[in-house]
């Protein structure tokens, strides 16, 4: 089984972090001096740059119920989601006829019939196609949807998956709450969308790397680390400052174990496609792994560029590292996610 595409598509509503920071204290949060002074703080310490929105920014001081703001994330996800998989399947050479499964991702609305649902007869998917909604995953829903679409094509009936991840962050966002942790997820979290084209070993579809091997790892005891309190608001975040101390602390062990189950150690690793959660995430899996800041790049790159986009973020990595970087025959890559769980996902390509 191979990775045949990966396309993102963005919002085309893009802001400097400073136009953002500054439309937070004003009119967000009305400029009430403390929560100004942790916003100016808290937006430059994310390490982002720009980030591009689902709507324009003064639309967002017009809506008012968790209603309004799930109205606005469905069409802005329908949208964006057809967008990527229109762009992945072209990549990959093929037409939504071609689609047997499709395996959606999202943590930031929520919709019935589902974004994959209504996408079936825009896109021109075929009625028998199967679809797999999957919610709550957050940011480990991009390589865990990987792991499941791999799942599908190495059965018999399966030979061509659509993996589609969907967040739109910006509309998660709760005036009310003036805590840490939402004003962190407020300058961090941006609005993207990307898709990628995953094929049996029987398809005929002979490009991009093979998905060698997944890993799922749980860890016990950990549901209060990261994740939503669902009220009549809508989302609020759950984001523990102990994320980064459980990512240095676990990645390392867990990335030596899968590697050392496939007879691989991390010197095989020619490629390291890490989940941009957060500056203090990243560098904490940087520092479990002993990597340099050099091998995750990319990571750093796509943080200041579009943020953290949750779910979507790894496939940004993923497709920005098919695009940039050769490798050898036979070398292998890995790429990384963490999540609501709390949770770990794992997957190793062969280029």
């Not at 100016?40 to 390490?47: A, D, L």
């Not at 991702?105 to 909604?133: C, W």
């Not at 829903?141 to 910006?170: F, H, K, M, N, Q």
Request: charged share 25%; glycine share 8%; with cysteine.
């Amino acid at each position: 089984m191979r990775i045949a595409s990966v396309a993102s598509a963005l919002p085309v509503h893009r802001y400097e972090q400073t136009v953002l920071a500054a439309f937070a204290r004003e009119r967000v949060w009305n400029a009430d001096p403390e929560v100004a002074r942790r916003i100016e703080s808290f937006f430059v310490n994310t390490q982002v740059e720009t980030r591009h929105l689902a709507l324009p920014l003064e639309r967002y001081a017009e809506l008012r119920t968790f209603g309004e703001f799930n109205d606005e994330w469905i069409r802005a996800a329908t949208d964006l989601g057809e967008q990527a998989v229109r762009r992945a399947l072209e990549r990959a050479g093929l037409e939504p006829r071609d689609v047997d499964a499709i395996v959606f991702s999202t943590v930031t609305g929520v919709a019935s019939p589902s974004i994959d649902a209504r996408l079936v007869n825009r896109l021109g998917l075929r009625p028998d196609v199967k679809r797999m909604p999957l919610f709550g995953l957050g940011c480990v829903a991009g390589a865990s949807a990987l792991s499941r679409a791999a799942d599908l094509v190495a059965g018999p009936r399966v030979e061509t998956v659509v993996v589609l991840t969907i967040e739109l962050c910006s509309l998660t966002v709760q005036r009310e709450d003036k805590s840490v942790a939402n004003l962190i997820a407020s300058g961090l979290f941006g609005d993207g969308a990307a898709a990628a084209v995953v094929v049996a070993d029987r398809s005929r579809i002979k490009r991009g790397p093979r998905i060698a091997a997944t890993r799922s790892v749980f860890y016990p005891d950990t549901e209060d680390v990261m994740g939503w309190h669902v009220s009549e608001s809508g989302f609020g975040i759950v984001l523990s400052p102990q994320v980064p101390a459980v990512a240095r602390e676990n990645v390392g062990a867990d990335v030596d174990r899968f590697l050392a189950s496939e007879g691989l150690s991390r010197k095989d690793i020619a490629a390291w496609i890490c989940h941009p959660g957060g500056p203090k995430v990243l560098q904490a899996v940087r520092d479990a792994l002993a990597l340099e800041d050099r091998d995750v790049e990319l990571s750093w790159r796509s943080l200041a560029r579009v943020g953290n986009l949750s779910s979507a973020s790894v496939l940004f990595v993923l497709e920005q590292t098919l695009a940039e970087r050769t490798f050898a025959p036979g070398s292998h890559g890995l790429l990384l996610a963490m999540g609501p769980g709390f949770c770990s996902e794992l997957v190793l390509l062969r280029f």
